[in-house]
């Protein structure tokens, strides 16, 4: 009943910037917390940045100061804007949303598919 998308992936150079974006679709009633995972080859994927409903933020520690996660209520879509990029950013990058299906229960953890972010010369 709803579908996570993200988009924004590619390959950018050391110190270079990336803006992910994700948006949700199909039939929900509202959309609660959101946020950014991500998942390199051999690491354990992460929480880097989340956002609540009313755009309380939360990064990690390694993030901070770097990326800024957004949202477009109106939208029901959340970004992420990445500056000053390392190579240990490189990795597959998730949109999680928790989505609220009815007024009345029935609630879900929705994940995107992933989006790559590669960080190299």
């Known amino acids: 009943q709803v579908q996570l998308v993200e988009s924004g992936g590619g390959l950018v150079q050391p110190g270079g910037s990336l803006r992910l974006s994700c948006a949700a679709s199909g039939s929900f009633f509202a959309i609660g917390d959101m946020g950014w995972y991500r998942q390199a080859p051999g690491k354990e994927r992460e929480l880097v940045a989340s956002?609540?409903?009313?755009?309380?933020?939360r990064y990690l520690d390694s993030a901070k100061g770097r990326f800024t996660i957004s949202r477009d209520n109106g939208k029901n879509t959340v970004y992420l804007q990445m500056n000053t990029l390392k190579s240990d950013d490189t990795a597959v990058y998730y949109c999680?949303?928790?989505?609220?299906?009815?007024?009345?229960?029935?609630?879900?953890?929705?994940w995107g598919e992933g989006t790559l972010v590669t960080v190299s010369l």
């Open positions: 956002i609540t409903s009313g755009g309380i933020t």
């Open positions: 999680n949303a928790f989505v609220k299906i009815r007024r009345v229960g029935d609630a879900i953890f929705a």
